[in-house]
């Protein structure tokens, strides 16, 4: 299996090096800043409890010289960079050429969908906390490490069992799904979730819970989206939310907080404002959904913020 990786960041760099170092037939497409500072230092992975892992000359191509011969495409781009990433990929796309994307929210799936065809399209999602230091070498900061993916209709098919072998003998967890859709609802409920209350709050999980009224927020506000994604037909699970967005003294932060924290763009369009477009959509008042409604408000007066200092 020819497998293209769409970038070389935190997460592509991580998982297509994961996938390198277990022997894969690995090409990574980057912009040409990225390729001179691999060409530089290398790819290299920084593991917690691990040794360093670095390949001294990746595989890479250029946007220019892509040809139309991978049987997968793993896209894991920002979702506010799809429409660039799906420019600079298509030249790659060939008729038996499967796209898995990673991205954060849904919006994507129908976005790839009308540029390709659906046919072409999996669903998935990855867990990964992972960032690229100055030298462009990628820190995975946590143990977890894994890839859920799927075809959207449910079935098994000759190229998610194919996705599957592969996957098998890189070190990373990985999963195929026979609800690939609802998996994705049920990161979404997770991550809009984490996203809203600390970007809101400007705190991490702990701080919010310790806050008077912190924890009836975050709960309402898991309620609020769960609504949202029972009104479009699923039913996620909030078990994880309700157990990691209410622990005392944590930590946790989502990567849109930092980004946020650092004056970086932020996907508060794909994470939080599709929920409302899909809540809309449902017939839900416009006055439900106000600690969502007030998570989104704040993010995109950060937006509007972000712009004008620029």
Known sequence: MRILVVGAGAVGGYFGGRLLQASQDVTFLVRPTRAQLLKKNGLVLRNPQEPVITFSNPPIVLEQDLTPTFDLILLSCKAYD?????????????????????????????????????????????????????????????PVHNITFGELDGTSSKRTQAITEAFSRAEFNSQQSDNILLSMWEKWLFLSSLAA?????????????????????????IDEIKSIAQ????????????????????????????????????????????LLLRAKRAGFADDALVRL?????????????RKEQA
């Open 82 to 142: 799809l429409d660039g990433a799906m420019n600079s990929f298509a030249p790659a796309v060939g008729k038996e050429t499967a796209i898995l994307p990673l991205l954060n929210g849904m919006r994507h799936v129908q976005t790839l969908s009308d540029r390709f065809g659906k046919e072409k399209i999996l669903g998935g999602l990855c867990n990964v906390v992972a960032t690229l230091d100055e030298s462009g070498a990628v820190h995975r900061m946590t």
């Open 231 to 274: 009104a479009c037909g699923y039913s996620p699970s909030a078990e994880r939310a309700h157990q990691m967005l209410t622990e005392p003294g944590s930590s946790l932060t989502a990567s849109m907080y930092r980004d946020l924290q650092q004056g970086y763009r932020i996907e508060a369009d794909q994470i939080v404002g599709d």
């Open 197 to 221: 209350s600390t970007c809101l709050m400007r705190a991490p999980i702990g701080e919010i819970v310790a806050a008077p009224g912190g924890k009836a927020f975050i709960l309402a506000l």
């Open 293 to 305: 409604r007030t998570a989104y408000v704040h993010m995109k007066a950060y937006e509007s913020q």
